[in-house]
């Protein structure tokens, strides 16, 4: 199974960026997909995820600046963020289920 995060990057402070996570020898249409970042110093944290049905729930934290969306056709999870702030600077990972994750992508926000 592999999990291929990308789309991190260096902007700025009130600025987007999407992630993609595609998945590879499994479809994801039967499990809760997720991303998670990890700050330096700090814990993997849950960023958003998406049940199988389609329910969302994200971090207070990027409560209406963030967008998870999966497009099983592609086998692909979106993380859609807007207004970013330098404290989202983070490496995300995307996750399927309980047990698949892929390499984080870099996401740095300067202020």
Same mark, same amino acid.
């Given at each position: 199974?592999?999990?291929?995060?990308?789309?991190?990057?260096?902007?700025?402070?009130?600025?987007?960026?999407?992630?993609?996570?595609?998945?590879?020898?499994?479809?994801?249409?039967?499990?809760?997909?997720?991303? +998670?970042? $990890?700050?330096?110093?700090?814990?993997? *944290?849950?960023? &958003?995820?998406?049940?199988?049905?389609?329910? %969302?729930? @994200?971090?207070?934290?990027?409560?209406?600046?963030?967008?998870?969306?999966?497009?099983?056709?592609?086998?692909?999870? +979106?993380? $859609?963020?807007?207004?970013?702030?330098? *404290?989202?600077? &983070?490496?995300?990972?995307?996750?399927?289920? %309980?047990? @698949?994750?892929?390499?984080?992508?870099?996401?740095?926000?300067?202020?």
């Amino acid at each position: 199974v592999q999990l291929q995060a990308s789309g991190g990057g260096l902007v700025q402070a009130g600025g987007s960026l999407r992630l993609s996570c595609v998945a590879s020898r499994i479809p994801i249409r039967g499990y809760t997909m997720g991303w +998670y970042r $990890q700050a330096p110093g700090k814990q993997r *944290e849950l960023v &958003a995820s998406v049940t199988a049905g389609g329910t %969302t729930n @994200y971090a207070e934290s990027v409560k209406g600046r963030f967008t998870i969306l999966r497009d099983n056709a592609k086998n692909t999870v +979106y993380l $859609q963020m807007n207004s970013l702030k330098p *404290e989202d600077t &983070a490496v995300y990972y995307c996750k399927a289920g %309980t047990k @698949y994750w892929g390499q984080g992508t870099l996401v740095t926000v300067s202020s």
